[in-house]
């Protein structure tokens, strides 16, 4: 789906598509000089890095195994609270492996911070991670984030995976979502 067909529903475009993509093979390139041996196992975590890793993936050049996460806070509400729950886990047998975890977005670091300690715990050799977005005002934990496509302010952003209400994954651009779209609902 292009911005155009939504015109009245976004604010503004943050990144176009082909922003997007020049962005990623940056990224890949670096990712690539960071891993000259074994390639890392690619982890999404589902839904929204499946645009991400879709095009990361065939961008790098290097044999990109991946294999996909679902995890969700306890309750509505918690999500701050930091604890996740696994709703589908690797298939994948990560000790001694190097993981590198694939996500559409940072926000208060609270996932990727549980992910990165439990692949460590797994026996993994290491965990980097690499996000398109991230929004450094909504940090609350401290995390490194090896490979960040773009910072950006806290606004409400659609597209490249990310949802409202899961619409508007399918978006090619990253946008600010109109604000009488959320204040309606
Ligand atoms: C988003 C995103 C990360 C998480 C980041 O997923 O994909 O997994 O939130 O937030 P945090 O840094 O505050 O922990 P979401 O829960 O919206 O699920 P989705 O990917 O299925 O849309």
Redesign the pocket.
Known sequence: MDSEQLSGELATILYTEAQLKARLEELAREIEADYPGEPPLLVG?????IMVMADLSRELRFHAQMDWMV?SSYGAGT?SSGVVRILKDLDADITDRDVLIV??????????SWLKENFLSRGARSVKIVTMLRKPE?AKVEITVDYVGYDIPPDFVVGY???YAEDYRNLRDVAVLAPHMYEKK
Request: proline letters at 0%; aromatic letters at 0%.
């Open positions: 975590v589902l839904k929204g890095a995890v999500k996500e559409d977005i940072v926000e208060s670091g609270l996932t990727l909504l995976g990310l949802d």
